[in-house]
């Protein structure tokens, strides 16, 4: 019988498995109705048996976040800061969105961004991760190193989306020099991680908006997939075996191509309001895996449970008894959600054999 990391590595590597992992994030309301319902403040990867666990962040030399409030101008109570200087505010109608402050979004020239106080990560302040793989691994579950945000959606984050842009437009040396800062310290985070032995590297930038791409393939391969690129071989020159798992919402076929190439694994999370994953499945599931395919735009929080239940089954049939799909909710799980739909979701893949 294989263990749960054991089987999730097989069944993302498209060599057969034993059992359908499961995998889902629940918002504060939902955790109060699993505590309610399933009478336990155990951890919901536990109770439902999830097959990975995310191995902690990687933390900056400095972490006093206070040098970074002179590039804001609007904080209070309701903003919080991250390791990149980036401000987040806090909203009240959203789970997980928040207003961002962009501290470069005045920088003029390049070396305002060569003296922005970046942060900077070593191996030898993240000992603890090595650590955490370690316990992960002798519990039978596998490590993923998460690095949502790797070069894009940071950068822009920082820059502001309109300005970055503007940037790769008109200012190529603005552009080039923040792409070049996040890129080399995204190569540090995915040294870290991989030196430290997860099983899977996660990686993301958002490139797809609801129905079609939020740059066109051009600007795409001259800007992000080059960097995106050295990121991985980076990685792989520690372990080559290590698995890529690639995020981005929305809309991304016309990205998919350019994923493989630069040694992506795994797609996540292939929205099924945005593409059909038989479609999806047809044209690259030789070359790719996937994560996710369960709608919360419509399954998870309006459909029956008897419409989960048949949306899990149709996605692994047409995945089949290689693997290559571990289905999942496509995002956080938000109050619409009714807790028969996430119990039906557990169930299905649960019951389900290959």
Request: some cysteine.
């Amino acid at each position: 019988m294989l263990s749960p990391r054991d089987n999730i590595v097989s069944l993302m590597r498209r060599q057969g498995y034993e059992h359908v992992p499961c995998d889902f994030n629940l918002c504060p309301s939902l955790w109060k109705q699993y505590v309610e319902k399933e009478k336990t403040t155990a951890p919901y990867a536990d109770t439902f048996g999830f097959g990975w666990r995310s191995m902690p962040g990687v933390i900056p030399t400095d972490t006093d976040l206070t040098r970074f409030h002179k590039y804001h101008t609007n904080l209070d109570e309701n903003v919080y800061i991250d390791n990149w200087g980036v401000g987040h505010r806090k909203t009240p109608t959203s789970m997980h969105m928040t207003q961002m402050l962009y501290p470069l979004a005045f920088a003029e020239t390049t070396d305002d961004l060569l003296t922005y106080p970046l942060p900077v990560f070593t191996e030898e302040g993240n000992t603890h991760i090595i650590k955490a793989v370690a316990e992960t691994h002798a519990r039978g579950l596998a490590a993923v190193g998460n690095m949502h945000c790797t070069i894009w959606e940071t950068s822009w984050y920082m820059r502001g989306m309109e300005n970055l842009m503007a940037d790769m437009l008109t200012d190529e040396d603005m552009a080039n020099c923040l792409f070049d800062l996040v890129e080399e310290r995204a190569i540090k985070v995915a040294q870290i991680y991989t030196r430290a032995g997860v099983d899977f590297l996660y990686l993301g930038d958002d490139i797809g908006m609801q129905h079609t791409i939020m740059m066109s393939e051009d600007v795409y391969c001259e800007w992000i997939k080059p960097r995106f690129a050295r990121v991985i071989a980076a990685a792989r020159a520690i372990n080559p075996d290590v698995i890529m798992m690639y995020h981005s919402c929305g809309y991304v076929e016309p990205f998919i191509p350019h994923l493989i190439e630069v040694g992506v694994n795994v797609l996540n999370p292939v929205q099924p309001e945005c593409m059909d994953f038989a479609e999806i499945h047809a044209k690259y599931g030789d070359k790719l895996s996937f994560y996710g395919t369960i709608g919360t735009q419509t399954t998870m929080p309006f459909g029956t449970p008897e419409e989960v239940t048949a949306a899990v089954k149709r996605n692994l049939t047409i995945a089949g008894p290689k693997g290559g799909l571990l289905p999942a909710p496509t995002h956080l799980l938000e109050p619409e959600v009714p807790w028969d739909n996430v119990l039906a979701y557990v169930n299905a893949c649960k019951e389900y054999k290959p």
